[in-house]
């Protein structure tokens, strides 16, 4: 799955900042994909890029109209269809990550037809994957994983590439969830994935490369959250990772969604994804450990991870406060 770029933010009739955070993740990883915003009158919501027409996004060189709402329930609200259709008509393509899929949708999928565009359901696979094979292929790999959910593997992957790449590295990162494949413009949403399938996809989305080549891989779920192990499992041994980085949320009391579930302890956790990584890769190490610490004060967080780095002698560092060169830099180690 690639969409065509530039893109054209679709914020809709999104009610506050926080639904429309797929098309923010856009502009804030690459801002240089977005030629503008198209919002209804209702929305409540800014991504701080030109309000455009649809006319005078097509004028400005969009390819890709993109759904960057993340609303209730994932619905494609009635109120937007004539936009999409007008999007259709004027020559874009349409991308959402949404659970109502637009292929699902008459008036889209006979627009689409008519005017030889494309509709792209990112969240579900357009194509057949292999079972997976685990042999080694040159290039290296890192992946990022999690004592749970949601707690800053995508962020922390997206700071990785684009830190290494203003070192001078080879680096792509590789999306395995619909907001990064909409941000990236590829890649495959894994937990969508017939579970046989799943280290086949990671395989053929980070092929063989060349030997300076690094693939930033995209972690999902956690091996501890009884939901998504399994995605998580595949994942890693697809992977085959050189690296990997912990990612770790340090205010949680429980997995999230079970509260009767408490999130491992950071050593144990480790422990897990080495033995689950060296099935494919024996010589895998971790190279440096990733906190979001939003929900701590300064001192707090600073103590927390001065602690956590004391404890195992690896990098600790909360990407949004101080970024992840430290991390980076121990790659030159692998």
Excluded at 16 to 22: G, I, N, R
Aim: net charge negative; with cysteine; glycine share 8%.
């Amino acid at each position: 799955m690639e969409l065509k770029k530039p893109y054209l933010l679709f914020l809709g009739d999104a009610a506050d900042p926080l639904a429309a955070k797929v098309a923010q993740g856009i502009k804030t990883w690459h801002p240089e994909y977005c030629v503008g915003q198209y919002r209804l009158p209702t929305c409540n919501a800014d991504c701080e890029v030109d309000d455009l027409s649809i006319e005078q996004a097509v004028k400005a060189g969009a390819k890709t109209l993109v759904i960057g709402v993340a609303n209730r329930g994932g619905v494609i609200s009635q109120e937007w269809i004539s936009v999409l259709v007008e999007a259709l008509d004027a020559g874009l393509d349409i991308a959402s990550g949404l659970h109502n899929k637009l292929t699902d949708i008459p008036e889209l999928v006979a627009s689409a037809e008519q005017n030889g565009r494309a509709l792209f359901d990112v969240r579900y696979p357009t194509q057949s994957y292999p079972v997976a094979n685990g042999k080694n292929r040159k290039g290296k790999r890192l992946l990022t994983v999690g004592t749970d959910c949601s707690c800053g593997k995508m962020y922390t992957s997206l700071a990785i590439e684009k830190e290494m790449k203003a070192q001078g590295m080879n680096a792509d990162f590789r999306a395995t969830g619909q907001t990064g494949i909409l941000i990236t413009g590829d890649g495959v949403s894994v937990d969508c994935v017939v579970a046989d399938f799943i280290a086949g996809a990671i395989e053929t989305i980070s092929p063989e490369n060349s030997s300076d080549h690094w693939d930033v891989i995209e972690g999902q779920g956690s091996l501890f959250h009884p939901s998504f192990a399994g995605v998580t499992t595949g994942l890693i041994h697809g992977a085959q990772p050189d690296a990997l980085v912990l990612c770790h949320e340090p205010t949680r009391t429980h997995m999230r969604g079970l509260i009767d579930y408490s999130v491992p302890d950071i050593k144990t956790c480790m422990e897990a994804n080495l033995a689950a990584a060296k099935l494919t890769n024996p010589n895998v190490k971790f190279v440096g450990i990733s906190v979001n610490t939003s929900q701590l004060g300064e001192k707090a967080a600073l103590e927390f991870m001065d602690k956590v780095e004391s404890e195992f002698g690896l990098p600790v560092v909360d990407p949004f406060r101080q970024g992840v060169s430290r991390i980076v830099s121990k790659l030159s180690e692998v």
